[in-house]
């Protein structure tokens, strides 16, 4: 049965760290069926674009910054109720506040340095997915 989809990207730093391959693991093993996946990195006019919606917020260029520092992994997932379980599986923003066996308590340096997106509504996964793929990268 097809769900609904989320989008996700693995930052750089859990990439630089070698992150990446268990972190994509676990959401397979978690129900997250790939859709869409590439490695890639953002412009620093990408990562203000993409990250727009926090224009106005104290750590916008610091964000920007981290995000254009290094290649990235870009994903569209799917799954039951995708969007609200892959919250559920990366946890809290600051890894000091996430849950056991949570992504962000595995591998997540720092509240900045967090090691994954994950989109905060279904409105912006569709955005979000559309920023990284064609409708022929998607499967
Ligand atoms: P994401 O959107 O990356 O899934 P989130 O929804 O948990 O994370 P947001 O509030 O949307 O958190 O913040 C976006 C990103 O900005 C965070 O993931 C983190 O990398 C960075 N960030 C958030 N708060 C801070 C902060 N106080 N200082 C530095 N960076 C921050
Ligand atoms: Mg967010």
Request: glycine share 8%; proline share 3%; hydrophobic share 40%.
């Amino acid at each position: 049965m097809a769900g609904t989809r989320t989008f996700t990207m693995i930052k750089p730093e859990a990439v630089a760290a070698g992150h990446a391959g268990k972190i994509i693991d676990m959401l397979i093993s978690n129900g997250f069926r790939i859709v869409a996946l590439k490695y890639t990195r953002l412009s620093h006019k990408e990562a203000g674009t993409f990250y727009e919606v926090h224009k106005e917020r104290p750590f916008y260029g610091e964000l920007v910054d981290y995000m254009a520092s290094g290649p990235i992994y870009a994903a569209i997932l799917e799954k039951e109720n995708a969007m609200e379980d892959f919250r559920k599986l990366i946890g809290a923003t600051d890894p000091a506040n996430a849950a056991e066996g949570t992504i962000r308590k595995n591998f997540a340096e720092s509240k900045a340095k967090n090691a994954v997106h994950g989109s905060d509504s279904d409105e912006n996964a569709a955005l979000e997915g559309a920023f990284f793929f064609s409708s022929r990268e998607q499967f």
